[in-house]
């Protein structure tokens, strides 16, 4: 039972440039989440979603975009990369329960 | 909206001694409760959640906290501190049933010999 998977767990990436963060989870588990993590700031929302095929915004969605095709992944996207988007990114998912369970997080850095 | 405070970024205590890093939140609706410690380079991992069973909860490692509605705290809290307690911790809480979660700034746990 690997939990929740994120990949690349590192990626320099160039101004403009464009990527994916993968995550996906073998739980079977409904709820998923992105999250970025800056120093000093805990842990800020980017989106989350509730099913496949249901998706909505967190507290800082801007210059990201995801999808939810399957139950198992949720891909996060930046399509134009900014150095406000270096930082730490964590994926998580939840069950029915109310606690969420984390991925080991994706360290970007934009330059 | 849902917000928490964690006071104290940084805290050090002695080994042995007691480790209290504390929580406010605010919540318009009885909130579900959590802490999660990070250590380095790695994900998060609960410590402990309150649910609106009992008020002091109990968690992995020794840890324990207790929610105090008129306070609007969560502090946690260990007797006896380890040096592998050394870590940052997370304060964390969503309205029921959770679809979103609001976390504190955090508070960095440091052990001294």
């Avoid at chain 1, 095929?53 to 399957?70: C, L, Q």
């Avoid at chain 2, 939140?25 to 250590?39: D, G, I, N, R």
């Avoid at chain 2, 998060?44 to 109990?58: E, F, G, I």
């Avoid at chain 2, 260990?78 to 309205?95: G, I, L, Q, R, T």
């Amino acid at each position: 039972n690997a939990g929740v998977t994120q990949t690349p767990k590192f990626r320099i990436l160039k101004i403009g440039q464009s990527m994916t963060l993968q995550c996906t989870q073998d739980m079977n588990h409904n709820y998923m989440y992105w999250y970025r993590q800056d120093p000093g700031m805990g842990l800020k929302l980017i989106y989350y979603s509730v099913g496949a095929g249901i998706t909505d915004k967190g507290e800082v969605p801007n210059g990201y975009n995801v999808s939810r095709s399957t139950t198992e992944d949720f891909p996060l996207r930046l399509e134009l990369a900014a150095p406000s988007q270096t930082s730490v990114y964590f994926c998580a998912s939840r069950h029915t329960g109310p606690e969420a369970f984390f991925g080991q997080g994706t360290r970007l850095t934009v330059v | 909206a849902q917000s928490v405070t964690q006071l104290g970024s940084h805290v050090s205590v002695s080994e042995g001694a007691l480790v209290l890093l504390r929580c406010n939140y605010s919540s318009s609706v009885p909130p579900y409760l959590f802490w999660y410690v990070q250590y380095p380079n790695q994900g998060l991992q609960l410590l402990l959640k309150y649910t609106s069973a009992a008020t002091l909860v109990k968690g992995i490692n020794g840890f324990e906290a207790e929610f105090k509605k008129s306070e609007t705290s969560f502090h946690l809290t260990k007797p006896s501190a380890h040096m592998s307690d050394a870590a940052e911790y997370f304060c964390a809480v969503s309205d029921p049933p959770g679809n979103q979660f609001y976390f504190g700034t955090g508070t960095s746990l440091t052990v001294i010999p």
